[in-house]
């Protein structure tokens, strides 16, 4: 099953405007370095807008993304995103249930599950996140609490809705620490996401969903993740705030 490998770069609550626009450009003009690569740009709410004009103008084909949404299309609820409003501005993906969304903010199971259906409700490609820390991992809790959060986060999706998802298995105590895990670590947990969604949906459309691999990927720790059989692109946090780490990353995938 051949799947097209993606790299996304999640910004978190970084750079400015004028960086966003550097950096962007800079991944757009050097994008052919990893041409058979699904690439992704998730800057902070306030800077998605600077960063898809500055794709546009660079005719690039580079994908633009959120890191959170509301699940409502309007109202009142301040402070918030909504799906279409992402839309509006160009976005085609948002990261959903990341661990710092999960553990930093309070979202459960149940609330990344609303935004995922409500982001492809909306025409957007969630990119979901789930991970156990490392007292889980210790306690050998890994299987259980990753199972966990595929089934409660991806709950009631059609086959059709399934196979857009793309899942990115984080381990929290791999997120920015520089301990990324080791590829039989993360394949082990690849392969036990697989199968769980091939149990929700069926083998054909398991084998279609990509899963990315996310915590302190960086470029010379990249090509032995990318080998892996069920890591299909890298979720990349402080890496994908340089143009060059970020390219050798999705270099390494390509
Ligand atoms: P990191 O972050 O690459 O800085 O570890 C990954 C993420 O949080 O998505």
Redesign the pocket.
Known sequence: MSRKKIV?G?W?MNLDRAKAKELTAAVAARRGEAAAVELVLCPPAVYVETVGTTLTAAKSDVGLGAQNMLDKASGAFTGEVAPPMLVDLGCQYV?LG???RRTLFGEIDAAVNMKTKAALAAGLVPIV?VGETLEEREADRTAAVVSGQVQGSLAGLSPADLEKVVV?Y?PVW?????K?ATPEQAQEVHALIRGLLAKLSSPEVAGRVRIQY?????PDNAADLARQPDIDG???????LKADDFLGIAKAFG
Do not use: D
């Open positions: 996304a999640n978190k990261i990341h661990s710092e996140c990115a984080e791999a997120i920015g620490t520089g990324v996310g915590g302190s990927v960086k890298a979720l990349v946090g402080g890496a994908s």
